[in-house]
């Protein structure tokens, strides 16, 4: 019994006489070591470095110690990280031998280096999504001011030129803004039915305009339908798709994207991955995948892919894969990859499979010189957001009052009729946007309200009001107003 227990261990177990000669090894040790017994361990076939160490090990045990180390060793072709633990093996007061079992603790290794890795994640992305909610609420000034000022100059003079540089690069910092949300899992989700093949092959169509002479390959099945946030969803596609064609470069390559009900088996292979992806019971999962014929990565490179700012590029910014991770969390999916250095990779993103299928959407009417009239009501705790989002409610016709948070708006509206449109925050210290708004509708049912967010996620989208990503220009602002009075 106590020789079978030993021989089923799944850890290398062996024992030396006192000249050092093995006596007995287990199965394990003799299928990562081949035939010990009968051998000193100088002529075990292993460097003379290593082979010096452990007879140090040995002469320690002999006289008495048991000795601990943790070692690497390359078994299989694979790096195994074992705690060695050698101890002498008693006769009453005689020591005639040594006792050896290496515990192998790489599987243990991995995983705290997962949850390091996590926890790591969590805490930059704490920090990422504020620093970018705080620089999307200036951004929104930035291009409120400028596109409402563009509207009192001359078209193609020089000013309105002015404006229009000042307007692209604020939507640059937008898209960063955005990009950095989006890896916190605070980006703006505005969940629709979407199918995953027209998606696709619009976005495709776009990226492939702007890269030159590498081919893209498009496999996408038909009729898989998904609930997500469009715009997040092409953002995640196009980095994707991006990376791959970088990954290529000059070379000659071809990048596949393919778009596929996902198998068991796919399922399974995201599950085991390291974006923390757990698959629901019984819900059924699409598979998009890129794959490219370019570099691949070094191991030390895939590690670190889905940190924010990590880059190997001269130009990059290193954003890509952060979001691209928290726009498949913030839809409940996974993602796994696959790389063989020289040879390729390949990014396969799971997401949860609509049973809803996709209406066709009302086409949508021209806005630009659209105006209304009456009060309305701008709430917002940064001052300065709120004056700007007063002044474009005003250029479009309004009669605005600001006020700086929810209790605010409810006295505010105690004393005064009900305004024509409620222009909210989401986010407000004190009562925050949602609570405001049940207080708002359970006073005045009929209230039209346009939430203006730039952090807002799916736990809070059941809210019966327009929601208007942050920073929004006069016309974007213009359509979510049109749409909330109609
Ligand atoms: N398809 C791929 N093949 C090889 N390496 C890749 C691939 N996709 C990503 N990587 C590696 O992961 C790193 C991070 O990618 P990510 O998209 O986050 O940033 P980036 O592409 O460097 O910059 P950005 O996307 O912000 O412009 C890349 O710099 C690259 O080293
Ligand atoms: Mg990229």
Redesign the pocket.
């Known amino acids: 019994m106590h020789d079978a227990a030993i021989e089923s261990l799944p850890f290398d177990v062996w024992a030396r006489d006192r000249n050092g000669v093995c006596v007995s090894q287990n199965s394990a040790c003799y299928e990562h070591w081949g035939k010990l017994v009968g051998l000193r361990a100088e002529e075990v076939n292993a460097p003379p470095e290593v082979i010096a160490v452990w007879l140090g090990h040995a002469a320690r045990a002999l006289a008495g110690e048991t000795v601990r180390s943790d070692v690497d060793y390359v078994i299989g072709g694979e790096v195994r990280h074992v705690h060695k633990i050698l101890a002498p093996i008693r006769e009453g007061d005689e020591i005639i031998g040594t006792l050896g079992v290496n515990l192998d603790l790489t599987e243990l290794r991995r995983l705290e280096r997962k949850l390091r890795e996590a926890q790591r994640l969590e805490t930059i992305g704490l920090l990422a999504g504020g620093v970018a909610h705080d620089i999307n609420n200036i951004v929104m000034i930035i291009l409120g001011m400028a596109s409402m000022a563009r509207r009192r100059v001359p078209a193609g003079s020089s000013l309105d030129s002015d404006l229009s540089t000042i307007e692209t690069a604020s939507r640059r910092a937008a898209a960063i803004c955005n990009q950095l949300l989006a890896f916190a899992g605070k980006g703006h989700l505005d969940v629709e039915l979407l199918e995953l093949d027209a998606v696709v092959a619009e976005t495709v169509r776009l990226v492939a305009a702007s890269l030159s002479g590498i081919a893209i390959e498009l496999d996408v099945a038909r009729e898989l339908a998904i609930e997500a946030d469009a715009t997040q969803l092409r953002q995640l596609i196009m980095?994707l798709v991006?990376?791959?064609a970088?990954?290529i470069g000059e070379r000659h390559g071809t990048v596949t994207v393919r778009v596929v009900a996902a198998s068991a088996e796919m399922v399974a292979a995201a599950a085991v991955d390291d974006v923390g992806f757990a698959p629901a019971p019984g819900i059924d999962y699409v598979a998009l995948e890129v794959r490219?014929t370019?570099?691949?990565?070094t191991p030390e490179?895939r590690l670190r892919?889905f940190e924010p700012f990590?880059?190997?590029?001269a130009r990059?910014?290193?954003?890509?894969?952060?979001a691209a991770l928290g726009t498949v969390r913030a839809h409940g999916g996974g993602l796994h990859v696959e790389?063989r250095l020289g040879e390729g990779?390949s990014?396969r993103v799971l997401l949860p499979r609509a049973t809803r299928r996709v209406a066709t959407p009302a086409p949508a009417e021209p806005h630009a010189s659209w105006r209304g009239s009456g009060h309305a009501l701008v709430v917002d705790d940064d001052a300065e957001v709120a004056a700007a989002a007063a002044r474009m409610l005003g250029e479009l016709g309004f009669e605005p009052r600001v006020c700086r948070g929810g209790a605010e708006a409810l006295a505010a509206l105690d004393d005064a009729a009900a305004p024509a449109v409620v222009l909210m925050d989401l986010m407000m210290p004190g009562l925050d946007g949602s609570t405001t708004l049940r207080r708002l509708h359970a006073r005045h049912p009929g209230l039209r309200v346009v939430l203006m967010s730039g952090f807002h996620d799916l736990a809070e989208s059941p809210l019966d009001a327009q929601v208007l990503a942050k920073p929004f220009t006069l016309d974007e602002l213009a359509h979510a107003v049109r749409s909330a009075l109609s």
């Open positions: 980095n991006l990376n791959a970088e990954a490219d370019g570099g691949g990565m490179t892919i990590f880059t190997t590029k990059g910014r290193g954003l890509g894969l952060a790389t990779s990014f």
